[in-house]
């Protein structure tokens, strides 16, 4: 894993991950996860998280990538009548997104058609990626791939054009600053911090950070919307219910003021409902473990070993009946709400959607108010039905695809 991850949070462990947990870990207060656990740290890369670039920054980039969406993809599949893969869009949408703010580069991929060449290798990588996760054997493989088809682009290729374009914007970015440009993105916020050892980060260190930022950004959050429309498409009710509370909510001039939109979706209680219940029962990470250091007795009892691996699966906790109650295999968001109509809190250990503890997703609340952002402007304006004859299931992974993409028809509300 280290060729794509490199050192970044994904891979750091001891030091080098308390620092770069501390770096992102800040988080504003109207989407704070519902347990406690350390404070946040005031490090430069804290401010990243605060409300203003929430409320700001990170809302516009959103809703400029959705009006890049309407008008070069989804206004025309709806004048010409043709289908559109939403999973490659999504992939497409969150990408151009993370991108822009993880490097403050437009890489225009929902306006190409095929993939952009960082976009192509950039997801090739992460595939190899998993692969020599499952496969022990892989040099041997990747090594016999290359003799077998020695045109095909392997891993190495890949890796050197992902390479190729962090590094390049890296430099680019270093001398733009020494100008006195200004620039709010990931990156540029990072060149002003200090690695672990108090040393300004190198190149090196930048790309493992932003890239790990955008990697898990990016697929979880196409993956969870991909799998919210498909839950809408499929029950009628829901969206109905949706929509009635996106119109009461949001309006033409409320789409144009980052600050006041944002303020309204921390009050749309179904909204994050309905997202919440697509990640109960479509965890962008289905399967997770952990690496016992020491001895440890859980809360109930259970011994852990040194040496033990613990392994979970959010994916099939999200369906036990005895954990969600008998209904636990339908769409059902209104289990989020109390009586009072106020969102439900549920802790990590029942819902670990983002993880639970000190390894909590640290873009939990960024994913979530681009989801809720993406979910609300598509829905309000656009109405998909899905294409007859679909195999629409997920695909081993690491994390949550849709194996065989998701075909929709799209007609204007």
Not at 201 to 220: M, S
């Amino acid at each position: 894993m280290n060729d794509l991850f490199g050192n970044g949070i994904f891979n750091a462990n001891g030091e080098e991950w308390r620092f770069q947990r501390k770096t992102g870990m800040c988080r504003p207060p109207l989407f704070r996860p519902w347990h406690d656990f350390d404070a946040c740290f005031l490090l430069l890369a804290s401010i990243i998280f605060n409300v203003k670039n929430f409320r700001d920054q990170f809302t516009d980039v959103f809703l400029d990538e959705m009006r890049v969406m309407k008008s070069h993809v989804l206004d025309p599949a709806v004048g010409n009548h043709t289908a559109v893969d939403f999973h490659d869009l999504m992939f497409k949408f969150t990408l151009d997104s993370f991108i822009l703010l993880g490097f403050g580069v437009n890489l225009n991929s929902m306006q190409t058609e095929g993939k952009v060449p960082f976009a192509e290798s950039f997801d090739s990588a992460q595939r190899a990626t998993f692969q020599r996760f499952i496969n022990p054997i892989w040099p041997v493989t990747e090594r016999l791939t290359k003799i077998v088809n020695p045109w095909t682009k392997d891993m190495k290729y890949h890796l050197k054009v992902v390479d190729g374009f962090a590094r390049g914007v890296t430099e680019k970015r270093r001398g733009e600053l020494a100008q006195g440009e200004v620039h709010k993105d990931l990156l540029s916020r990072f060149m002003e911090a200090s690695n672990a050892q108090g040393e300004p980060l190198n190149n090196d260190e930048l790309r493992d950070i932003v890239l790990n930022f955008v990697i898990a950004g990016r697929d979880t959050t196409a993956q969870a919307l991909s799998w919210a429309f498909k839950l809408l498409m499929e029950n009628p009710r829901v969206e109905e219910k949706l929509l009635a509370e996106i119109n009461d909510y949001i309006t033409d001039e409320l789409l144009e003021d980052s600050a006041r939109l944002y303020e309204s979706i921390k009050e749309m209680k179904y909204t994050h409902a309905v997202f919440y219940e697509v990640l109960r029962l479509y965890p962008s990470v289905p399967l997770n473990q952990k690496f016992a250091l020491k001895d440890d007795v859980w809360p109930d009892g259970t011994p852990i070993r040194k040496g033990d691996y613990v392994i979970w699966c959010p994916y099939a906790q999200g369906r036990v009946e005895a954990i969600w109650g008998a209904d636990a295999k339908q769409f059902r968001p209104e289990r989020w709400l109390t009586e009072d109509g106020e969102l439900r809190r549920e802790n990590a250990g029942k819902w670990p959607a983002f993880n639970a503890g000190p390894r909590v997703c640290l873009g939990q609340n960024l994913a979530t108010l681009e989801g809720l952002v993406a979910l609300i402007s598509l829905v309000r304006d656009y109405k998909f039905t899905l294409v007859p004859g679909q195999n629409i299931t997920y695909d081993v992974s690491l994390t949550l695809p849709m194996k065989h993409g998701m075909k929709v028809t799209v007609e204007k509300r």
